[in-house]
T-cell receptor, first 114, second 110 residues
Framework: EPEVTQTPSHQVTQMGQEVILRCVPI?????FYWYRQILGQKVEFLVS????????KSEIFDDRFSVERPDGSNFTLKIRSTKLEDSAMYFC????????????FGPGTRLTVT | QKEVEQNSGPLSVPEGAIASLNCTYS??????FFWYRQYSGKSPELIMF????GDKEDGRFTAQLNKASQYVSLLIRDSQPSDSATYLC??????????FGSGTRLLVRP
């Protein structure tokens, strides 16, 4: 069964550094998303991406955040100048087409900013 | 501010019983409704989705949607200890982003 994959599973970085979180969405899906979940809190939407551009972004997705689909399979989230409050689980999700928008989540990357 | 509300629980049911999980949402423009299961330390796993008023059944799971009351529910029949997890209600609008509730923790007692 196709699934979303994410790497790395855990990333530790120092405050102020840049991190890149990587995702491989389900192969025939066209819509891609990033969500985050701070420990003990709700899953929060960050950004959606379709047709090589951002469809929508939340207030959390400030100028330090960017997304890219560098090739036909990968989808990345870059966070520059990381802050302590960026520490969270980051989930990539993808959904298909034809009016079906069920989103399937990857296993997540735990980001720890020290 | 679009909100999705769930009782945090825990909801404790004996093995074999029916577990009933509820969710309300604030945005009348919401178009799609999802239930995800999340085990501790894991990612959300899609278990049910519903787009139209009424009931939708899949195995031991039934999702119910009432748009007039802005209410979604999930019934789990013949609950098993392996069903013990946090159940997340998520609501989508025409932009496809999902707004999640805080989840209901379900405990199924053997």
């Amino acid at each position: 069964e196709p699934e979303v994959t994410q790497t790395p599973s855990h990333q530790v970085t120092q405050m102020g550094q840049e991190v890149i979180l990587r995702c491989v969405p389900i192969s025939n899906h066209l819509y891609f998303y990033w969500y985050r979940q701070i420990l003990g809190q709700k899953v929060e939407f960050l950004v959606s991406f379709y047709n090589n551009e951002i469809s929508e972004k939340s207030e959390i997705f400030d100028d330090r955040f960017s997304v890219e689909r560098p090739d036909g399979s990968n989808f990345t989230l870059k966070i520059r100048s990381t802050k302590l409050e960026d520490s969270a689980m980051y989930f990539c999700a993808s959904s298909g087409t034809g009016g079906r928008h069920e989103q399937y989540f990857g296993p997540g990357t735990r980001l720890t900013v020290t | 501010q679009k909100e999705v509300e769930q009782n945090s629980g825990p909801l404790s049911v004996p093995e074999g019983a029916i577990a009933s999980l509820n969710c309300t949402y604030s945005d009348r423009g919401s178009q799609s409704f999802f239930w995800y299961r999340q085990y501790s330390g894991k990612s959300p796993e899609l278990i049910m989705f519903i787009y139209s008023n009424g009931d939708k059944e899949d195995g031991r799971f039934t999702a119910q949607l009432n748009k007039a009351s802005q209410y979604v529910s999930l019934l789990i029949r013949d609950s098993q200890p392996s069903d013990s997890a946090t159940y997340l209600c998520a609501v989508g609008d025409n932009s496809y982003k999902l707004i999640f509730g805080s989840g209901t923790r379900l405990l199924v007692r053997p």
